[in-house]
Every structure is written in structure tokens, then in C-alpha cells.
């Protein structure tokens, strides 16, 4: 019955090296959302696609970039990881219309 | 601009208090609002919509446009409501985002 997964529930990763963080969709949805979340600050908006091959900045930008080469998938790349990069990421994606969204259940990522 | 303002970073009632869960939104169209909820170790769903006017787990939340408020309620509160809340505004146009408020923790004991 899941619909949005994350293909990595917890990750470690050095500074300095690149991070995949993938994202599968099977809904068909065309928008895609990434999100950080950290304690006393909710969730803050990094990057989101509304079709295959666009992408929109969030409010968080700097020092990631993502990828949607398809429908059903939207990658969080971090160029290059460093410690303040260490959070919960969700994805999440939405059809069109007034629905809301439907999260994955988070990649931790800690970056040491 | 757009934002949500959840006023209380933790909220402590005890099981059969009500319970009541500030959100104020800033935004001068016609605004979606949402609230979601994510237990311990789960991830994050969607509890309720304003266009919906459900009650969902006994959960209601009326949205006030002239107090641009959406706050979330329930009479008696469970020990399975403890969980972190989440309000979120969107804004009725394509290629936009939901923004979201900083949560607040929902703690109730017996």
C-alpha cells in the first residue's frame, strides 16, 4: 500500500561527497516536493518539480540540486555533503487538484 | 508573502481535556489549509482539509478567514493523540508549494 518510497530510510555519509537521496512515486502524480525537517523549525521547502524535467527552487536551495528524468521518480542530490546537511529529508508528491500531499517515510541523513 | 504561524512549540493535556491547536495563516487570495500529523516513528499524513469540513480521530478544524485562522480541536483528548502537528497553507495556483508551519508537539498523559 505504499505509494511515495524513499529509497534509504537512514544514511551516513563523509563531507564532501555526493549524496543521492531517490524518491518513487506510484500515483502518477505530477508534482514532486523535497523537504527537510528539523526540530523547532517544521519543514522547510528545498526543491520541487510540477512535470518531468522542471524543477522549481524552494526556500532552502543552496547546496542541492535534484533530477526528474521521470514521472515517478525525483532525486535530491547534495553536491556536496556537508555537516549542516545532517536532517530528516521527505519527499513528497501531489496530484492535481485540491488534494494534499502524500509523504515517503524520510531518509536520515547524517553527514560526519 | 505566504506563511503559517503555529504559536505553540508543545502542548501538555492530560487524556480527556481539550484540546486545541493554534494555526494563523498570512496569505490575501483563497487559501487551502491542511493539517497533518506524523506519530512516533511513522510518516507524515494528512489529517484533515478544510474544504472537506471532515472530522476525522474526532478532530475538527474550522477555517476563519477573518481571523486567518485554521485551528485544529478535539473535545477530549487520547493518549494516542500525542503525536507532532503540522499546518499547512497552499495557495490555489499551479506550480506552487505548501508551506508549512514549525509544528507543535501535542503531549497528553493520564
Known amino acids: 500500500d505504499v505509494k511515495v518510497t524513499q529509497s534509504s530510510r537512514y544514511l551516513v555519509k563523509r563531507t564532501g561527497e555526493k549524496v543521492f537521496l531517490e524518491c518513487v512515486q506510484d500515483?502518477?502524480?505530477?508534482?514532486m516536493f523535497w523537504y527537510r525537517q528539523d526540530p523547532g523549525l517544521g519543514l522547510r521547502l528545498i526543491y520541487f518539480?510540477?512535470?518531468?524535467?522542471?524543477?522549481e527552487k524552494g526556500d532552502i536551495p543552496e547546496g542541492y540540486s535534484v533530477s526528474r528524468e521521470k514521472k515517478e521518480r525525483f532525486s535530491l542530490i547534495l553536491e556536496s555533503a556537508s555537516t549542516n546537511q545532517t536532517s530528516m529529508y521527505l519527499c513528497?508528491?501531489?496530484?492535481?487538484?485540491?488534494?494534499?500531499?502524500?509523504f515517503g517515510s524520510g531518509t536520515r541523513l547524517t553527514v560526519v | 508573502a505566504q506563511r503559517v504561524t503555529q504559536p505553540e512549540k508543545l502542548l501538555s493535556v492530560f487524556k480527556g481535556a481539550p484540546v486545541e491547536l493554534k494555526c494563523n495563516y498570512s496569505y490575501s487570495g483563497s487559501p487551502e489549509l491542511f493539517w497533518y500529523v506524523q506519530y512516533s516513528r511513522q510518516r507524515l499524513q494528512l489529517l484533515l482539509r478544510h474544504i472537506s469540513r471532515e472530522s476525522i480521530k474526532g478532530f475538527t478544524a474550522d477555517l476563519n478567514k477573518g481571523e486567518t485562522s485554521f485551528h485544529l480541536k478535539k473535545p477530549f483528548a487520547q493518549e494516542e493523540d500525542s503525536a507532532m502537528y503540522y499546518c499547512?497553507?497552499?495557495?490555489?495556483?499551479?506550480?506552487?508549494?505548501?508551506?508549512f508551519g514549525k509544528g507543535t508537539t501535542l503531549s497528553v498523559s493520564s
Open positions: 513528497a508528491s501531489r496530484g492535481s487538484g485540491t488534494q494534499g500531499y502524500t
Open positions: 499547512a497553507l497552499g495557495v490555489n495556483q499551479a506550480g506552487t508549494a505548501l508551506i
Open positions: 518539480s510540477y512535470d518531468v524535467k522542471m524543477k
Open positions: 500515483m502518477d502524480h505530477e508534482n
